[in-house]
């Protein structure tokens, strides 16, 4: 199974980034992955299924889930639902790090708070209506929901091995952020490894154990993303778009989409024309 690291940006008029899960139509699986930022994902209709590091939650209205910095997680939505999605930058909580740099919060359920729910329910329709001064009554709400998150879910006293994890995940993150920078150029291994001060070895042992992948998958998985998107929006012949995603020629671009997709990368195209 593949993790992928994700790169979250914030909106441009708030300091996070808040909207409506793209599952929310179900029959709808979002793999494992991993970020940097702390999540929060709102149910107020319908259910989701989550595994955090290998763990079932499952989500009814009224409940949330909060997903810590560099948890592996992965969603299942297979009927329709209304999910808000808050992503808040890791570097928000920098004053409550434990000496670790670090910060954990707890998603048991046995914690929920209403006031959270209300709290996301008014930030997003007034973000959503947008009326005068709406940027500050948002971040307004924003600020309680961040005091609530430190006072009543943080947790000081954390496994050792759960930061080790995240050390180690964290540094990967700032590996796979350089792949997705550089995806076009020719990337070993080797180079990856001495680019980050590593031994080729001790990197490929990183991805296996920690995010339970290899650094040339992970590679082919971020070339993939980007040339899927030109293979749906642009009429670039399928060669060209292999060549000017990284990939060595076309029949590796072909022999891993088919890996992926099920089928060539032409096929693929005529069929969501």
């Not at 991993?34 to 939650?57: C, K, P, Q, T």
Request: proline share 4%.
């Amino acid at each position: 199974m593949t993790y992928s690291h994700e790169i979250i940006l914030p909106n441009e008029d708030i300091p996070f980034k808040m909207f409506i899960f793209e599952g929310r139509d179900g029959n709808y699986v979002r793999k494992k992955h991993w970020h940097r930022s702390i999540e929060i994902f709102a149910l107020f209709e319908g259910g989701l299924e989550f595994y955090v590091d290998e763990r079932r939650y499952s989500l009814k209205p009224g409940e949330f889930m909060l997903v810590n910095s560099n948890e592996i997680h992965s969603i299942f939505s297979p009927d329709p639902n209304m999910t808000v999605v808050l992503q808040i930058p890791l570097a928000t909580f920098e004053k409550y790090y434990t000496d670790e740099k670090f910060i954990y919060f707890s998603h048991s359920s046995r914690l929920q708070d209403d006031e959270v729910m209300r709290l996301i329910e008014d930030m997003y329709h007034i973000y959503h209506e947008q009326p005068c001064g709406y940027e500050l009554r948002v971040q307004s709400q924003f600020y309680m929901l961040l005091y609530i998150l430190v006072t009543k879910y943080r947790e000081t006293d954390v496994n050792e091995q759960v930061i080790r994890k995240n050390r180690k995940l964290s540094r990967l993150s700032q590996i796979t952020d350089y792949m997705k920078e550089h995806y076009k150029e020719a990337i070993s291994l080797q180079s990856l490894a001495e680019t980050f001060g590593y031994s080729p070895a001790y990197l490929s042992r990183m991805f296996q154990k920690y995010a339970k992948t290899n650094y040339k998958a992970c590679l082919e998985d971020i070339r993939l993303e980007h040339a899927v998107k030109e293979l749906l929006h642009t009429r670039i012949p399928v060669g060209e778009i292999a060549l000017g995603n990284g990939f060595p020629n076309g029949k590796a671009f072909a022999r891993v989409f088919r890996r992926r997709y099920g089928m060539l990368p032409g096929g693929y195209r005529r069929m969501n024309s």
